[in-house]
Antibody
Framework: QVQLVESGGGVVQPGGSLRLSCAASRFTFSNYGIHWVRQAPGKGLEWVAF????????YYADSVKGRFTISRDNSKNTLYLQMNSLRTEDTAVYYC?????????????WGQGILVTVSS | ESVLTQSPGTLSLSPGERATLSCRASQSVSSNYLAWYQQKPGQAPRLLIY???SRATGIPDRFSGSGSGTDFTLTISRLEPEDFAVYYC?????????FGGGTKVEIK
């Protein structure tokens, strides 16, 4: 069964930075695109970013463009999300989510999520 | 960017009843690339439907999806106790994905 395990969450002050990681296993990581999706406390799902399997394309939601950077290391089966200039409204559970294809498709597997809290 | 509007916000039904959830897009969803997810408290979402009407692996046949263009529907034919949850639609027809705001199906 596909496994996606997020790490790197925690509490950070507004304006600060944090890097999330997602360790993937039990599938051929380099063949699939991966999304980051977040969920603020008590709110709905918000798509954040996507990276294609071969890193040729990256896409971002307007709410994070210019502040967040998605990347991956296919040799380590790991996905990253570098989050800079964090705001209180970035507080959420962040999910690593596998696309069904190399491109930005639907999510067929989700990680368990990691909490990021932006607070002074 | 396609905005997805789900209705109703909350659906109060009894076990055994039929649930009909709506998802309307602000622009036509390319190739009917529309998915539905179920989320229970404290859990990650789970894929139910993709391509508007294809059930994901292991999803019971009481769940069905229909629709095209801008109007999509998720139907649960007979609600089981484990089906009470929040349901989200998502479009993946463009490179910027979007989710609907969700419909909560609660026990009446």
């Amino acid at each position: 069964q596909v496994q996606l395990v997020e790490s790197g969450g925690g509490v950070v002050q507004p304006g600060g930075s944090l890097r999330l990681s997602c360790a993937a296993s039990r599938f051929t990581f380099s063949n699939y695109g991966i999304h980051w999706v977040r969920q603020a406390p008590g709110k709905g799902l918000e798509w954040v970013a996507f990276i294609r399997s071969d890193e040729r394309n990256k896409y971002y939601a307007d709410s994070v463009k210019g502040r967040f950077t998605i990347s991956r290391d296919n040799s380590k089966n790991t996905l990253y999300l570098q989050m800079n200039s964090l705001r209180t409204e970035d507080t959420a559970v962040y999910y690593c989510a596998k696309s069904d294809s190399a491109g930005p498709g639907y999510v067929d597997y989700w990680g368990q999520g990691i909490l990021v809290t932006v607070s002074s | 960017e396609s905005v997805l509007t789900q209705s109703p916000g909350t659906l109060s039904l009894s076990p055994g009843e039929r649930a009909t959830l709506s998802c309307r897009a602000s622009q036509s969803v390319s190739s009917n690339y529309l998915a539905w997810y179920q989320q229970k408290p404290g859990q990650a979402p789970r894929l139910l439907i993709y391509g508007a009407s294809s059930r994901a692996t292991g999803i019971p046949d009481r769940f069905s999806g229909s629709g095209s263009g801008t109007d999509f529907t998720l139907t649960i034919s007979r609600l089981e106790p484990e089906d009470f949850a929040v349901y989200y639609c998502q479009q993946y027809g463009s490179s910027l994905l979007t989710f609907g705001g969700g419909t909560k199906v609660e026990i009446k």
